[in-house]
């Protein structure tokens, strides 16, 4: 959302503004994957502007690591006509 978002997974928890997060992905920290792809997406409505969606990803890291089973929560709330992120939570799966 333009007013930021919620962040959780593997114990954390942080808020950040769009301003942070624009700023981030078009930064030098951000690595998009090799490979990203979502599995068994759910939608679940939370309201008439909002949604939550629930599931998996496997995320291919661009230096070639293992590849990864994250799992994935979101509330999506409606602002000016667009869903938007308002929280996430990313965790990915315990490596054996």
């Known amino acids: 959302m333009r007013g930021g978002a919620w962040f959780l997974g593997n114990g954390r ?8 997060i624009a700023a981030y992905y078009a930064g030098p920290e ?12 759910s939608f679940e409505p ?9 599931g998996l990803a496997l ?4 230096d070639g690591g293992p590849l990864l089973t994250i799992s ?3 509330l999506l709330v ?8 308002r929280l996430e939570d990313e ?6």
């Open 13 to 20: 928890k942080r808020f950040e503004t769009h301003a942070q």
């Open 72 to 74: 994935y929560t979101a």
């Open 59 to 62: 995320w291919e890291p661009a």
């Open 78 to 85: 409606r602002e000016e006509g667009e869903l938007r992120i």
């Open 30 to 41: 951000w690595r998009p994957p090799r490979s990203f792809q979502w599995r068994d997406l």
């Open 46 to 54: 939370a309201g008439p502007d909002a949604v939550v969606v629930a």
């Open 91 to 96: 965790s990915a799966a315990r490596r054996p």
